[in-house]
């Protein structure tokens, strides 16, 4: 019997269907699984666990209900923003 690890998509999905139980499965559930784990995957694949775990914390505080991927990746970039801030230049006059 050969068993796979987890990706971290799995994993994130697991958490959500914990937050959010049936509602979370419903919401895909016109949709090919192997197709979502893909398209997630795609568009998270930039962001870091740490961001992706900050997002997930995000979801409790700010989404009712489950977060469409658009919504998600949003919190995430927020994620990245908060642990990579941009270096701000000082302008000086001479």
Known sequence: MTT???TRIDRLFDKLK???GSQFLAKWADVD???LHRI??????????EEIADAL??????CPFPPSLPEFVALCS?????RHPATQS???LP
């Open 33 to 35: 699984p192997s197709e």
């Open 4 to 6: 796979s690890t987890p």
């Open 57 to 62: 914390g995000a979801v409790l505080s700010s």
């Open 18 to 20: 914990a937050l959010y």
């Open 40 to 49: 997630w995957n795609a568009a998270l694949d930039r962001y870091s666990g």
């Open 78 to 82: 927020k994620a990245h923003q908060a």
């Open 90 to 92: 000082t302008f000086k």
